[in-house]
C-alpha cells in the first residue's frame, strides 16, 4: 500500500524567506508523487509532480521538490515566500503509473507573514 | 473552459433528509472523481468513473451514499438519508485519461453540514 506523511500541520513563514515543506512516503512500488495546493474555498491545483527521470522537478510559482529515495522523500521548496503562497498544500502518491488513486497526505497550512 | 462545475457551494440539511450533490467535468474528460475531505480523514476518494461507467468505488462510506454518471457532462452524488457525521467539503475532479501524466483538475467543492 502507498501513503504519504506530511510533518507538521501549519507552518509559518515570513514573506521573503525559505518555504519548506515536508513529504515522506512510503510505497511498495517506485512511486510516483506529486504536490497540489488548495486555496480558500477552492479546489486542489497541481502544483508539481514526479513520475521518473530527474529527481529535481520544478513547478508552478516557484516551487520545486526533490526526489530522494534513500531517504523516502519528496519535500516541496521554494526560495522566497509570497503573501500569495497562503494556502493548504498536500502531499500525494500513486500507486502506478497508470492508476490515478491518490493517497494524500493530511495537508500543510502555510500562512506568510509580511 | 470553465473548469469542473459543483453545485451548490453549500448545503446545509437536517440529519435525515437527501442531499444531491452535482458535478459538470470538463469537456472531453473520461474519468470523474468524487473525493470527500474532512478534518479527521482528510482527502478520501470515494468514487471514480470512466466513460461514465463506475470503475472503483470501494470508497463509497456506506449504502447511504451512491454515485451516478448519466451521460458524460453530469454525475450526482447522492446521500440518502444524511447523517451529521457526513458533514464535509465534497468535491469532484476530473482527468482526460487516468495515469500520472493526466492531471485531475478538481472544482471549488460543495460544503456540506449536517445538522
Known amino acids: 500500500a502507498q501513503s504519504v506523511t506530511q510533518l507538521g500541520s501549519h507552518v509559518s513563514v515570513s514573506e521573503g524567506a525559505l518555504v519548506l515543506l515536508r513529504c515522506n512516503y512510503s510505497?511498495?512500488?517506485?512511486?510516483?508523487l506529486f504536490w497540489y495546493v488548495q486555496y480558500p474555498n477552492q479546489g486542489l491545483q497541481l502544483l508539481l509532480k514526479y513520475t521518473t527521470g530527474a529527481t529535481l522537478v520544478k513547478g508552478i510559482n516557484g516551487f520545486e521538490a526533490e526526489f530522494k529515495k534513500s531517504e523516502t522523500s519528496f519535500h516541496l521548496t521554494k526560495p522566497s515566500a509570497h503573501m500569495s503562497d497562503a494556502a493548504e498544500y498536500f502531499c500525494?502518491?500513486?500507486?502506478?503509473?497508470?492508476?490515478?488513486?491518490?493517497?494524500f497526505g493530511a495537508g500543510t497550512t502555510v500562512t506568510v507573514r509580511a | 473552459d470553465a473548469g469542473v462545475i459543483q453545485s451548490p457551494r453549500h448545503e446545509v440539511t437536517e440529519m435525515g433528509q437527501e442531499v444531491t450533490l452535482r458535478c459538470k467535468p470538463i469537456?472531453?474528460?473520461?474519468?470523474l472523481f468524487w473525493y470527500r475531505q474532512t478534518m479527521m480523514r482528510g482527502l478520501e476518494l470515494l468514487i471514480y468513473f470512466n466513460n461514465n461507467v463506475p470503475i472503483d468505488d470501494s470508497g463509497m462510506p456506506e449504502d447511504r451514499f451512491s454515485a451516478k454518471m448519466p451521460n458524460a457532462s453530469f454525475s450526482t452524488l447522492k446521500i440518502q438519508p444524511s447523517e451529521p457525521r457526513d458533514s464535509a467539503v465534497y468535491f469532484c475532479?476530473?482527468?482526460?485519461?487516468?495515469?500520472?501524466?493526466?492531471?485531475?483538475?478538481f472544482g471549488n467543492g460543495t460544503r456540506l453540514t449536517v445538522t
Open positions: 510505497s511498495s512500488v517506485p512511486p510516483y
Open positions: 500525494a502518491v500513486s500507486r502506478g503509473s497508470n492508476d490515478y488513486k491518490l493517497s
Open positions: 475532479a476530473s482527468s482526460l485519461r487516468t495515469g500520472v501524466n493526466s492531471p485531475l483538475h
Open positions: 469537456s472531453g474528460h473520461d474519468y
